[in-house]
């Protein structure tokens, strides 16, 4: 239940300089907590792949078009797996597109 969580309402008080490394690539609250920061007039720096196919960044990056602030992406390796680097470009690159 939200408020119960001991982190809750942390992020309310970050200075706007603060950029945010946005891991959050779950669906159910993805877009959320990017609209969370957006509003808080914070840049971002979307943060995903995680090993998995570069597919998954397709959803967040049409959920991120038109919030201000959405600086960049990272592709995030845990297991030193580079194998998806030329696909994951090709999804943002595509992204960009009007």
């Not at 992020?11 to 946005?22: A, C, F, M, P, Y």
């Not at 998995?52 to 990272?74: C, Q, Y």
Request: net charge negative; proline share 3%; aromatic share 12%.
């Amino acid at each position: 239940m939200k408020g119960i969580d001991p982190w809750f309402g942390a992020g309310d008080g970050l200075d706007r300089e603060i950029v945010i490394l946005n891991w959050h690539g779950h669906a159910e609250q993805r877009a959320e907590a990017m609209k969370f920061f957006a509003d808080g007039g914070h840049r971002q720096i979307l943060c995903g792949f995680y090993d998995a196919s570069s597919d998954n960044m397709i959803p967040w990056l049409k959920e991120a078009k038109g919030l201000r602030g959405i600086d960049g992406v990272m592709y995030t390796t845990w297991g030193n797996n580079f194998s998806e680097l030329a696909k994951f470009l090709e999804v943002v690159a595509a992204a960009r597109k009007p």
